[in-house]
């Protein structure tokens, strides 16, 4: 059974930074690609990172030089290092381990 299960996440001033976790049991970890995602209320969810088995990445041009996204693969775990946060990154931060394993979420809040 899959178990994916994010934290990291909390209120941060705008230009801050906040490294977010996420854990992912069940299977072996490091054949799959793992992602990023946030919402907002009344918007659908999008994606903020992606990064594959051999370590390729991917990022949503909003992000792109402000957040990185890597991975420890005998932790079982991906980050994403979130640096110069501004307010419209608010939103909760959902990881999904490939094909389709989410997390319950983690709140990001930025404050102006």
């Known amino acids: 059974q899959v178990q994916v299960v994010e934290s990291g996440g909390g209120l941060v001033q705008a230009g801050g930074s906040l490294r977010l976790s996420c854990a992912a049991s069940?299977?072996?970890?490091?054949?799959?690609?793992m992602g990023w995602y946030r919402q907002v209320p009344g918007k659908q969810r999008e994606l903020v990172a992606t990064?594959?088995?051999?370590?390729?990445?991917n990022y949503a041009d909003s992000v792109k030089d402000r957040f990185i996204i890597s991975r420890e693969n005998f932790e079982n775990t991906v980050y994403l290092q979130m640096n110069s946060l501004k307010p419209e990154d608010t939103g909760v931060y959902y990881c999904?381990?490939?094909?389709?394993?989410w997390g319950q979420g983690t709140q990001v809040t930025v404050s102006s």
């Open positions: 999904k381990r490939y094909p389709n394993y």
């Open positions: 069940g299977g072996i970890f490091g054949l799959y690609s």
């Open positions: 990064i594959t088995s051999t370590g390729s990445t």
